[in-house]
């Protein structure tokens, strides 16, 4: 046999070096950098709870956002903090109800100045920069609007997408028809459907993120399938809605709301495979979940309501998350989640906690993820101002109240909220109303509507101009056997 002398070595060496595909070597140096898991946050809006195959939708075909459930948990009792959407991701950023933030208290917000998420606040993407993370927005910020607030204000390193509610897929404009695209803190003027550019910009930051040591959280914050009801090569309804609503009355149809939801997949698609062929899929937890409960063409199925409500169509939402060699393939859980259980649920994975000094009102959903342990009890509460609306849940029972209608359900054995149980359980009736008025009591107050039904950006801003939003509290006491909080 020959012997190998040290030129021969070297030679031999540079040749395998050459033969082995560079991203190994990108890897291994990632991998001994990082130790954190990456986090890609994917969230839909207005997408309703059986509006992907896997919760149930015949007549969508959602393949890939199905993937996320197969490879982890779904949880079956999933709500958001909101039936509306700014409001939720108030809290989903904070790990908060809400209601403790101006921000969180009023929507439609109407792109009021001085009103958005305080710069000062701790949140889930500044609490994981912290630790090491690089962090980017691509999609809906809605939490306040440039000087004041934005995405980069709030522990985001980057951002790509709007700052309002809503924009056209096509021209990117917003209610007003103003231009609202950005990238970080400058407008752009990007060509194309708005679900493929976000999708797009999600697939960079991946592969970019997969030549550095830091770990990522990417919140890729989707519109779809948020009005207008615009499909992919629907740019002559884009032409048509110029200068009109964008919240059109004779727009959309099943069809229309289908090819968004399944444009939407896709780019889910795209990105879960930027991952496998960056090598990034087995440390990368992955998380698809909705804003709200769903619109106009959603299907809410098993549950009465749509957004805007605070019965279930309103508030349940799909939720699921796969984090490979740390949760099991495969699994529904029965777990009561909402939307604030994100950022305790996160920090916890990336080995890091809540400030104390801004205590989340959620909790870490890992025992239930990893450890499959049995579902913790929970007590949960809403309000909505539109309609009077309140609700808690508490174990197995809803109690809601709507205008001047009260009702107590079992919302297990009754998904549609149809038999009202108020008489039959008058104790536990009582116990839960005033349980949700001593919650009420901890929360900023709500703003009265006006005769119209309308609050102005001017009683907003007077109402809440101070620092400890003194005003006029919503008075539950009239409530059918309400106990004053003590």
Not at 193 to 202: K, P, S, V
Not at 237 to 266: N, P
Request: charged content about 25%; proline content about 7%; glycine content about 10%.
């Amino acid at each position: 046999m020959k012997r190998i002398d040290r030129r021969d070595f070297v030679t031999l060496a540079a040749l395998l070096g050459a033969a082995m595909p560079l991203s190994v070597f990108a890897r291994a140096k990632r991998d001994r950098g990082r130790g954190r898991p990456n986090i890609v946050f994917i969230l839909a809006d207005d997408l309703g709870y059986a509006d992907v195959s896997c919760y149930g939708r015949p007549d969508f075909s959602t393949p890939n956002i199905d993937r996320i459930a197969a490879g982890g948990v779904r949880f079956l009792q999933g709500y958001a903090n909101s039936a509306v959407c700014s409001a939720t991701r108030a809290a989903l950023i904070t790990g908060r109800y809400q209601y403790r933030l101006r921000i969180g208290l009023e929507e439609p917000l109407r792109e009021v100045h001085g009103i958005g998420l305080p710069p000062e606040h701790p949140t889930l993407p500044s609490l994981l920069r912290r630790v090491g993370y690089s962090t980017t927005l691509i999609g809906k910020w809605h939490l306040g609007l440039l000087p004041d607030f934005g995405p980069m204000k709030s522990g985001y390193d980057h951002f790509y997408g709007f700052r309002g509610g809503a924009v056209d897929y096509f021209a990117h404009t917003g209610p007003s028809h103003a231009d609202d695209f950005w990238d970080d803190d400058t407008s752009t003027h990007d060509e194309g459907y708005l679900t493929d550019l976000l999708g797009e910009r999600a697939v960079k930051v991946i592969g970019h993120q997969a030549k550095t040591d830091a770990p990522f959280f990417l919140s890729l914050h989707f519109s779809a399938p948020h009005w207008p009801w615009e499909a992919p090569g629907d740019e002559a309804e884009s032409h048509r809605l110029a200068g009109k609503s964008l919240f059109d009355f004779d727009g959309g149809s099943q069809q229309t709301y289908r090819r968004m939801v399944e444009r939407l997949d896709f780019q889910v698609g795209r990105v879960l495979k930027a991952l496998e062929a960056n090598r990034l899929q087995d440390e990368t937890i992955v998380i698809f979940t909705s804003d709200n409960g769903g619109e106009r063409f959603s299907n809410t199925w098993p549950f009465t309501g749509k957004k805007g409500e605070l019965l279930e169509g309103g508030l349940r939402i799909p939720v699921m998350i796969r984090w490979p060699g740390h949760i099991p393939a495969g699994r529904t859980h029965d777990q009561v989640t909402i939307s604030m259980d994100w950022l305790p649920t996160l920090l916890a994975a990336a080995g890091s906690s809540p400030d104390p000094a801004y205590p989340t009102d959620g909790m870490s959903l890992l025992p239930a993820l990893i450890q499959n342990a049995p579902p913790s009890p929970r007590k949960l509460f809403w309000r909505y101002k539109a309609n009077a609306q309140r609700a808690a849940r508490d174990g197995d029972f809803k109690l809601l109240k709507i205008l001047d209608n009260t009702f107590l359900f079992n919302v297990v054995d009754d998904p549609l909220e149809r038999v009202n149980l108020r008489e039959r359980r008058p104790e536990l009736f009582e116990r839960m109303v005033g349980e949700w008025n001593a919650w009420n009591s901890t929360m900023l107050p709500e703003l009265k509507e006006s005769a119209t039904g309308s609050v102005s950006g001017a009683q907003l801003a007077d109402h809440y101009g101070v620092h400890d939003a003194t005003g006029e509290v919503d008075d539950v006491s009239s409530w059918p056997g309400a106990r004053p909080s003590r």
